[in-house]
């Protein structure tokens, strides 16, 4: 609102005046000439003297230096010193209105201080007047809605940070950076400056960003290291805080070999070496630590030809020191002194000597440059403004000039400064006020050697151990290296060096055990199962599907035998199913991970595991039922049990179904092996299947897991001679063994993914090839020898053996019966080996005699548990008795008859189980 009215009463106002330039305009300086020790501020003095060098050149219109520029009007000045608050710098700039009979000024260059330039820019403001910066360098002053009417000659401080992360990314190609910044608001600016240059230029690599603020550094280097980042780019302001982040970095292993720091002029203040050299760290320590250590600072090339030129008219002005011991008097265009100040009464001379200056004017502080660049640029704008492009305006008085104006004329300034060509983006596009082109940095690097070289008396120094590389230009950001010819010149401009540290150009130094820039990330190599373990569960699942095709072979070529049928074929092939489905589960579990392979996996683990097991669990409750019904008769048939294992399976299918779809388009993912900065191991895993479905579907795996384990143990009396009970029961046993031995090594041990897999692989594919061949081997191998049962269920030889000829064998004994052979002529022969065949004939009569007496044991052994059965029925009947004693002799009778009639019975229930095709005994043989 108030830039409008001001423009809306310009323009009123400009026919009031004519059309003629002003013939002066007024200019006001607000700087420092008094340190925070009390004494002379000799960098704001430089800063003084530039300024004043830069308006006698364009006042001066015959010295031929901008002679072109305002050539109707002069510049006035005065001066403003001020303290370092913001309220002393408001104070100063207030009283710069009342200067000039209470005229003012129309622009201000200085304060040399970010919140001096904050005071004073308010007050401007509401002036109309703009404010020309040369040394602050705050970010937030480049906003245009708070401060519009502020430009600077110097770069913010954020644009050392878009200058590194340019150099990272171009020069070495870096990506993965981490970035560690001050918990301030300098710190949240330079980090965002960064960040938005990685951005800019195409870098798609990862970074992060960490708050660092005094307290907990452990925890914060730890969070850092745990990125594997490898590259740091450090921006903290404060010396105590980059002393602490280095200690913390040496004592915890994050700065070392194979890292690089990168950081800004703020992390190279000698107070940062004062504090690491407190005791704690060696000499050889900080040196290690600071080793792969790179930093940049501002830079002003004065060997330019324009900055060759400045620093010999430098030297050339007459000394404002004074003589004989009195203090210059030359005062502003107001009446104030500018060579010396009072304070408590007492004068202090604040002037130069300027032939004392190095020819080559390293001893010449940037800022100074700076500030000189802010007066041209300053009276460039005025020139713009009233001979240039806005000369249109008509303005014929310096009461109609604004900052609004000087800020449009400003667009149209090129500046060739002495620290650089410049022009500042344009102001109507709102987007800044900073100068953001021809800015040179001096990069730096640490040498440990030349720190080493340095005893403890010369820590105080700045900058021990820095040496000077290159320069970077914010335009490009292209690193120059430096050179032989250019590097006394280029260290000496910067004044990085003390005086007893000579001047040398070095190759950035790296902490690598060869001097090659690291890597910007660990090297990352992914691993699988090696391929001697993947060889061996392929041997594994091949037997597993061996014994699933030679079992099933044999069913099908022996299906006719009462042997075959009463294993009930039908169970038979779901678990010979469920010995496919662990083959290739076992051939899974050995490749590497995708998400197809880990559905896959998921299903056939799950697929086999219930396959096997329901079948077997349904027949050992199926035994169990028929062989404990009691007195009343109770018979499973066939149909029932497949209607079980149907059941069972549909559960499974319906949960696996659920499971798997939570997971379907999600992909597999990395697990890390060892992770540290310099090697990341990984193996792909799959992704967590762990969701609702998969955990009730594991809840009722675990449910049919105890339900083995209870038949298991209620069948553990079961006779010998009844069933195949047994044989199912060691299934189930071998079965639950494998998850017993499975499960806590899975929770106890540290497995990768690809070992898990291989465990929960192998351990399905031995379960499963055990059950098989302990369930149905002994069974082929008797039909291989040519045994099958009798119409009684009784085992017996149904073929004799191939080597010879039972019709032919004479079994009875006493038998002298010689057999013989008619020869060619007709003549009787005895056959050859009689007495060896009625010795084998003998052998397979005692062969069969002793199956006999087996089963004859057997059958007693059945008896001898009925026996006792028999005994606890009469103990009963003795009960009963007594009771009934007084109710007559035909009630007792009953009693004692019903007992032998429930054993009638129970022998016929046993009969009916032979008969119903489910008990087969291998120990018939």
């Known amino acids: 609102m108030n830039t409008v009215f001001l423009l809306i009463y310009f323009i009123i106002t400009i026919p009031l005046y004519g059309c003629v330039p002003p013939s002066d305009v007024n200019i006001g300086v607000v700087f420092n000439l008094q340190n925070s020790s009390g004494g002379v501020n000799y960098l704001g003095v430089q800063c003084k003297e530039a300024i004043l060098m830069a308006l006698r050149e364009v006042n001066n219109k015959s010295d031929g230096l901008y002679d072109d520029i305002l050539p109707l009007t002069e510049l006035k000045i005065a001066f403003a010193p001020h303290g370092y608050s913001y309220a002393s710098a408001a104070t100063a700039t207030s009283n710069l209105a009342k200067s000039f009979s209470n005229m003012g000024v129309r622009a201000t260059v200085g304060p040399d201080t970010n919140i001096g330039i904050e005071g004073s820019a308010k007050i401007l403001a509401e002036q109309g007047a703009l404010l020309v910066a040369y040394q602050g360098d705050s970010d937030d002053l480049a906003l245009p809605e708070p401060y519009p009417n502020f430009v600077r000659t110097n770069p913010a401080a954020g644009l050392q940070a878009t200058t590194l992360a340019s150099f990272v990314y171009n020069t070495y190609g870096w990506e993965r950076v981490a970035i560690i910044h001050s918990y301030s608001v300098w710190g949240y600016h330079m980090q965002i400056r960064f960040v938005d240059e990685f951005q800019n230029i195409g870098a798609s690599g990862f970074w992060t960003k960490t708050d660092f603020a005094s307290g907990d550094y452990e925890t914060l280097v730890k969070s850092v290291r745990a990125t594997g980042a490898n590259i740091f780019a450090v921006f903290i302001d404060d010396p105590a805080d980059m002393a602490a982040l280095l200690k913390a970095g040496w004592k915890y292993g994050l700065f070392g070999e194979g890292t690089h720091i990168v950081a800004t002029e703020a992390a190279t203040t000698p107070e940062v070496w004062q504090l690491l050299d407190d005791g704690e760290m060696t000499i050889e320590d900080i040196a290690k630590v600071m080793k ?21 008219r430098w030297r050339q002005q007459a000394s404002t020191c004074g003589l004989d011991g009195a203090c210059d008097s030359t005062t502003d265009d107001d009446g104030n002194f500018l060579h010396q100040y009072t304070i408590d009464n007492v004068t202090t001379c604040a002037g130069l000597n300027f032939t004392e200056f190095s020819p080559d004017g390293s001893d010449i502080d ?5 500030a000189y660049d802010a007066m041209i640029l300053l009276a460039k704008g005025f020139n713009s403004l009233l001979h240039g492009a806005y000369s249109s305006l008509g303005i014929s008085h310096q009461l109609q000039i604004n900052f609004y104006y000087l800020q449009l004329a400003l667009d149209y300034v090129v500046n060739d400064g002495v620290t650089g060509t410049f022009q ?4 109507l596009t709102r987007g800044t006020n900073d100068r953001m082109s021809n800015i040179a940095y001096a990069l730096f690097t640490f040498d440990p050697d030349l720190f080493l070289r340095v005893s403890r008396e010369t820590m105080s120094a700045a900058d021990v151990g820095l040496v000077y590389t290159g320069t970077l230009d914010s335009s490009s950001s292209v690193f120059e290296p430096c050179t032989g010819d250019s590097v006394v010149a280029a260290m000496c401009e910067t004044q990085l060096y ?7 150009c070095s190759d950035i130094i790296y902490d690598t055990s060869n001097n090659l820039p690291p890597m910007d990330r660990p090297h990352v190599s992914t691993v699988s199962l090696h391929i001697g373990m993947a060889a061996f569960l392929w041997v594994v699942s091949a037997l597993c599907l061996i014994a699933v095709l030679v079992s099933f072979s044999f069913m099908v070529y022996y299906s006719k035998t009462r042997l075959v049928r009463i294993l009930q074929p039908e169970l038979v092939y779901i678990i010979l199913l469920g010995g496919v489905c662990s083959s290739i589960t076992g051939v899974l579990a050995s490749l590497e991970a995708s998400t197809g392979l880990c559905i896959a996996l998921n299903v056939m683990c799950h697929l086999s595991f219930i396959l096997i097991f329901s079948p077997l669990l349904v027949k050992t409750l199926r035994i169990y039922v028929v062989l404990n019904s009691g007195f009343q008769r109770k018979k499973i048939s066939l149909l029932q049990t497949l209607l079980c294992v149907v059941i069972i399976l549909a559960i499974t299918v319906i949960l696996l179904s ?30 967590y299947m762990m969701h609702d479905p998969a955990i009730a579907l594991l809840a009722f795996e675990t449910l049919v897991l105890l339900g083995g384990v209870y038949m298991c143990y209620i069948t553990r009396d079961m006779p010998a001679g009844i069933s195949d009970a047994k044989q199912v029961a060691n299934a189930i046993f071998g079965i639950i063994l494998c998850c017993m031995v499975g499960v806590p090594l899975y929770l106890l041990v540290n497995m ?4 898990s ?4 692989g192998l351990l399905l594919v031995l379960g499963a090839t055990r059950s098989i061949v302990v369930l149905y081997f002994p069974v082929l191998w008797k039909l291989l020898q040519g045994y099958d049962l009798d119409k009684s269920f009784k085992l017996v030889e149904v073929r004799p053996p191939a080597s010879f000829s039972c019709a032919k064998l004479s079994i009875y004994p006493g038998s002298t019966s010689s057999r013989s052979t008619t020869d060619e002529s007709g003549k009787s022969q005895p056959e050859p080996n009689a007495s060896l065949t009625r010795t084998m004939t003998a052998v397979a009569e005692m062969a069969r005699i002793e199956a006999e007496i087996d089963t004859l044991k057997q059958r007693l052994e059945l008896l001898a548990n009925r026996a006792l059965h028999h005994e606890a029925i009469s103990t009963r009947l003795h009960e009963v008795s007594e009771v009934h004693v007084t109710s007559g002799h035909r009630s007792m009778k009953r009693s004692l008859d019903r007992p032998f009639e429930d054993c009638d019975k129970e022998v016929e229930q046993l009969e009916d189980i032979d008969e119903d095709e489910t008990l087969s005994s291998p120990d018939h043989v």
């Open 292 to 312: 792969g250590f790179s930093a940049i600072r501002d830079m002003v090339r004065k060997s330019d030809p324009v900055a060759s030129e400045f620093v010999s």
């Open 366 to 370: 940037a800022a100074a440059m700076y």
């Open 424 to 427: 500042r983006p344009s102001f």
């Open 498 to 504: 003390p005086s007893h540290i000579t001047c040398a």
């Open 658 to 687: 659920l499971s798997v779809s939570y997971v379907w388009s999600e992909d597999y993912d990395y697990t890390m092996i060892e992770d540290n900065q310099f090697e990341r191991t990984r193996a792909k895993t799959c992704p």
């Open 752 to 755: 990768t993914p690809y070992e």
């Open 757 to 760: 897999r291989f465990l929960l």
